[in-house]
């Protein structure tokens, strides 16, 4: 009974990162990133300098978080052969290819999310108050949107490729 304790610990471990880095990627592409565009300058200022960080911080927490316990959870019931929650053999490449997309999501959060979020940040902190100067003139306005419409892109992907992975996971499990 002890390993399946320690299983069931790995597992809400795992499947609780896995909530808090999906609902954080769903609320940064559905609500973030939409409502960037529509704040004032100043606003978006404010909230960038604020939140982001913290949102930033986040999500490499929760994701590499989720991917750890999982490797871990994956070993430990790939080499437990007397727990009831070993994994059968059919159910394993259900597995293994959702973990390889979480890898995948992980490699698109920490190589491409993240760094162009710090960019953001730093480029926000640099920036002049708002000036009479159009949006298009702007060279470090034109910087700004483009990093926060590959975060956007980033975001998307992720929890696109998350929604898959998961799907995977659960079919993989219950196989």
């Known amino acids: ?3 399946d304790a320690a299983f069931l ?3 809400v ?3 609780g990162a896995i909530v808090a880095w999906m609902g954080g990627a769903a609320l940064f592409v559905s609500v973030i990133i939409p409502s960037l565009s529509k704040m004032s ?3 978006r200022a404010e909230f960038i ?3 982001l960080p913290r949102y930033l911080r986040f999500i490499t927490g929760s994701s ?3 991917i750890v316990a999982g490797l871990v959870l994956y070993g430990y019931a790939t080499t437990q052969t007397t727990s009831s929650f070993a994994l059968a053999e ?3 490449m259900y597995i293994n290819a959702g973990a390889v997309l979480g890898l995948v999501v992980l490699i698109i ?3 491409v999310l993240v760094p162009a979020g710090r960019k953001f940040i730093s480029l926000t902190k640099q920036a002049p108050k708002p000036s009479a100067q159009p949006p298009a003139q702007d060279p470090m306005a034109a910087q700004l949107a483009s990093l926060q419409k590959r975060m956007g892109l980033a975001g998307r992907l992720g929890v696109a490729l998350l929604g898959i992975a998961l799907i995977l996971m659960v079919v993989g499990a219950s196989i």
Do not use: K, N
């Open 41 to 43: 300058p100043t606003s």
């Open 109 to 111: 959060a920490l190589g």
């Open 90 to 92: 059919p159910g394993l």
């Open 64 to 66: 590499i978080l989720a």
């Open 49 to 51: 300098l604020s939140a």
């Open 1 to 3: 009974m002890a390993a």
């Open 9 to 11: 610990v790995l597992l």
């Open 13 to 15: 471990l795992h499947v």
